[in-house]
């Protein structure tokens, strides 16, 4: 394969930004897609994902569905719980009866790795700014120019 062929999915549920998206690159994997959504939210119960993948046989489509563990993967490293998506997988997240927050902090990869703030007043650039989550107020000061003369 000299290529790679981009594919559509949809994730809905308890992702930052569900709905249908396009994974251009290689790395079409669960965890990715995840990514792709905005990342995983307080509420999301990273032990149960379903995967749900359409198969055509002889006309007739059928629906399988592969119940996934995220933790498996988080802590185990179990690769088997980050498959490959295809063409027209739906990923459903769902949201957990008792959010641990040890959990969501130990998700690095699967939360939002950016914010977007707005710096206005008396900086040299005021506007929007993209950082990431654990950016000191200073630092985006910083970056909008610093404080005018």
Not at 44 to 52: D, V
Not at 70 to 98: C, H, R, W
Not at 100 to 118: E, H, M, W, Y
Request: avoid cysteine.
């Amino acid at each position: 394969m000299e290529t790679y062929r981009p594919i559509n999915i949809s994730i809905i549920g308890e992702v930052k930004t569900p709905g249908a998206y396009t994974l251009e690159n290689e790395e079409n994997k669960l965890v990715n897609a995840i990514q792709t959504a905005g990342g995983i939210t307080k509420n999301t119960n990273l032990k149960r994902i379903t995967l749900i993948r359409k198969f055509s046989d002889q006309g007739k489509i059928i629906l399988k569905k592969t119940e996934l563990n995220l933790l498996d993967l988080m802590y185990e490293g179990s690769q088997s719980q980050n498959p490959t998506l295809f063409d027209g997988d739906v990923i459903k997240m769902y949201k957990a009866s008792e959010p641990d927050p040890k959990v969501f902090s130990s998700a690095g990869n699967l939360r939002n790795q950016k914010i977007s703030i707005t710096i206005i007043g008396e900086v040299k650039r005021p506007g929007k700014l993209t950082l990431s989550p654990q950016t000191p107020l200073i630092e985006g000061v910083l970056q909008a120019g610093s404080i005018k003369p």
